[in-house]
């Protein structure tokens, strides 16, 4: 078990590709969306993975969060189960500083969303912001993938 404090951003160009120290690709679905709980299955690479976050703070920064690994095989299956909305995105890991920067750009019916992800030690903890760094969407539920998957990003007004 682990709690979990993170800062989402948009991100405004490409640049960040060029300073990527890896990326993979992540096919991911949800077989519980409740407010209070998600529970997400996830095959990242050849891994599959299962986990639970709990509800977020009011200021969205941090929650709850238990992962543990299981077989490809199992994931593949529990993706079936799965309620409707698959995530399928590839992830790049940007080191900066002392972070590292997920960026998720995300396909299918959440074409042309690119988010950017950093987790801290503490609330207050300073982080470097790169240049392609946009807008703060911390907390904005919206760009929870849990509601990517259920409202996606193509039918935002």
């Known amino acids: 078990m682990t709690v979990e404090i993170e800062r989402k951003f948009f991100v405004t160009s490409n640049d960040f590709k060029k300073e990527a120290s890896k990326s993979y690709t992540i096919k991911q ?4 969306r409740h407010e209070d709980r998600t529970v997400r299955v996830r095959i990242k690479k050849n891994k599959g993975f299962l ?20 077989l490809i095989d199992e994931a593949e299956q529990l993706l079936k189960l799965c309620e409707n909305g698959i995530i399928d995105k590839i992830r790049y890991e940007i080191h ?44 904005d539920i919206r760009y929870y993938n849990s509601q990517l998957s259920k409202q996606p990003y193509k039918y935002w007004k």
């Not at 679905?29 to 519980?32: D, K, V």
């Not at 997920?102 to 969303?113: A, M, P, T």
């Not at 300073?126 to 703060?136: Q, S, T, Y």
Request: glycine share 12%; hydrophobic share 35%.
């Open 29 to 32: 679905g949800f077989l519980n």
């Open 96 to 139: 900066i500083g002392n972070h590292i920067f997920e960026v998720d750009e995300f396909f299918g019916d959440n074409e042309g969303l690119i988010i950017a992800e950093v987790e801290l030690m503490s609330k207050e903890e300073h982080f470097d912001k790169p240049n392609w760094l946009g807008k703060e969407v911390t907390g």
């Open 51 to 70: 986990t639970v976050k709990g509800k977020s703070s009011d200021d969205g920064l941090v929650r709850f969060e238990w992962e543990t690994e299981i």
